[in-house]
C-alpha cells in the first residue's frame, strides 16, 4: 500500500481474513496473533479512501476499532486516523479534526512516528482550509521537534513535515525558506519512496514554481506527482492533481487545454467531496472566468462559497473573494467588486496571507 500498489494489497488481506476464519474455527489462534485481527480493516479504510469509496472507508474504520483493544495505541491509532483521513475528504472539517486530536499521539505512543507525521500534515491541512495558518504552523514545528528529538530527522518520516512547512510559508510569501524545505522534503520522501509524500510534495513544489513565475517547472512537479502515483487506482488523487494542472495551463496561456479539463472535470463520476470537490470547482471558476462565461463562474464560485461555510473551510474565502471581485468587475459591477475584496483583505490580514 505504502507503495502504491493497490491492486496487490487485497489478495493478501483476503488470505490474511481467510486463515484467521479457519483458526477460530479450529479453536487454534495464537493469543499474539488474535490482535492483529483489527489490521485487515484497518487497511481496508486506506484502500477504499484511495478508491474515493467514502462511506465503506468509515465503516472499515469503525470496525478497526470496535475489534482493537483499549490499551492498543498502535491499532486504534489505524482506526482513528482512518476516520480523520476520510472525514477530511467528505469535507466534515470538525470531524476530521477531533480524529487527527485523538490519533495521532496514539500513533506516537506506539512508536509510529512516520503516521503521527503524516497525520500532523493532514491536520496542518485542516487547520488551513479553516484558516488558521498559525496554529497549522504550531502543530508543524512541534511534530518536527519531536522528530528530530527522537534522532529521526534525517529520516524519511520527517519528509511530510518539510512539505507541510513549505506550503504555509508560500502561503506568507517566504519562498527561500519554502524552497530549503520543500527540497528537503523531496529528498527524503524519494528516499522513502512512499507515493502519498510523493504526491503531496509534487503539489506544493507546484504552487512554488507557479509563484516563483515557472509554470514550466510547474507542470514537471505535477507530472512526476503523477508518476509516483500511477501504479494505484486513486481518483480522487487523480482529480486533484488534474486541476492543479488545469491551473498550470491557465498561467500559461493554454486554454485550449484548461478547457479540456474543465469539460472533463465536468463528467468525473465521484468528484463531490470535500477537500478535492473544492480544488475542482475553484479552479473550473477560474478556467470559466478566462473564457469570459461570466454567469457561470459566478454560480460556481457562489456553490463554492457556500460549501466552504457549510463546512468550516473559511481558508477557502480568501480566494474565492479575489476571484468573486475579478468576475464582477468583469461584468462592469465595481462596487460588488471592491466589497468582495474588502472582505478577502479582513480575512485575510490576521492570519498574515500574503
Known amino acids: 500500500w505504502l507503495t502504491g500498489r493497490m491492486d496487490a494489497v487485497e489478495p ?83 470531524q476530521s479534526l477531533s480524529a487527527y486530536v485523538e490519533g495521532m499521539p496514539l500513533a506516537r505512543a506506539a ?100 509563484v516563483q513565475s515557472d509554470p514550466a517547472g510547474a507542470l514537471a512537479a505535477i507530472s512526476e506527482a503523477e508518476q509516483a502515483t500511477a501504479k494505484a487506482e486513486m481518483p480522487l488523487t487523480s482529480a486533484e492533481l488534474a486541476a492543479y494542472k488545469a491551473r498550470i495551463w491557465l498561467a500559461q496561456g493554454d486554454m485550449a487545454a484548461a478547457a479540456r479539463w474543465a469539460e472533463e472535470a465536468a463528467h468525473r463520476p465521484g468528484q463531490d467531496h470535500g477537500y478535492t470537490r473544492q480544488i475542482e470547482t475553484v479552479t473550473l471558476a477560474r478556467v470559466l472566468l478566462a473564457q469570459g462565461k461570466l454567469d457561470q463562474a459566478i454560480s460556481q464560485l457562489t456553490a463554492c462559497q457556500q460549501a466552504a461555510e457549510e463546512s468550516g473551510g473559511l481558508g477557502w474565502a480568501v480566494e474565492i473573494g479575489i476571484l468573486s471581485a475579478l468576475v464582477h468587475e468583469a461584468r462592469g459591477h465595481r462596487a460588488e467588486a471592491l466589497v468582495d475584496l474588502e472582505r478577502a483583505l479582513a480575512q485575510a490580514e490576521p492570519e498574515g496571507y500574503v
Open 12 to 94: 493478501y488481506l483476503d488470505a490474511a481474513s481467510d486463515a484467521w476464519e479457519r483458526q477460530a474455527a479450529a479453536g487454534t489462534i495464537d493469543p499474539d496473533h488474535a490482535r492483529w485481527r483489527a489490521g485487515g480493516p484497518a487497511l481496508r479504510t486506506n484502500l477504499a479512501r484511495h478508491r474515493g469509496q467514502l462511506e465503506e472507508a468509515i465503516e472499515f474504520a469503525r470496525q478497526t476499532l470496535a475489534l482493537a483493544a483499549p490499551d492498543d495505541a498502535l491499532l486504534r491509532s489505524y482506526g482513528h486516523l482512518g476516520l480523520a483521513h476520510t472525514y477530511r475528504e467528505l469535507g466534515d472539517y470538525e
Open 111 to 210: 512508536g509510529n512516528i512516520a503516521a503521527a507525521n503524516i497525520a500532523a500534515f493532514y491536520l496542518c491541512r485542516v487547520l488551513q482550509l479553516q484558516g488558521h495558518l498559525h496554529q497549522a504552523a504550531e502543530v508543524v514545528r512541534e511534530a518536527l521537534r519531536l522528530t528530530e528529538s527522537q534522532g529521526l530527522g534525517q529520516s524519511p518520516a520527517s519528509a511530510i513535515l518539510h512539505i507541510a512547512l513549505a506550503n504555509l510559508l508560500c502561503e506568507w510569501n517566504e519562498l527561500q525558506q519554502a524552497q530549503a524545505h520543500l527540497l528537503r522534503g523531496q529528498e527524503l520522501s524519494r528516499l522513502g519512496g512512499h507515493h502519498e509524500l510523493q504526491r503531496n510534495c509534487g503539489i506544493v513544489l507546484a504552487r512554488l514554481r507557479l
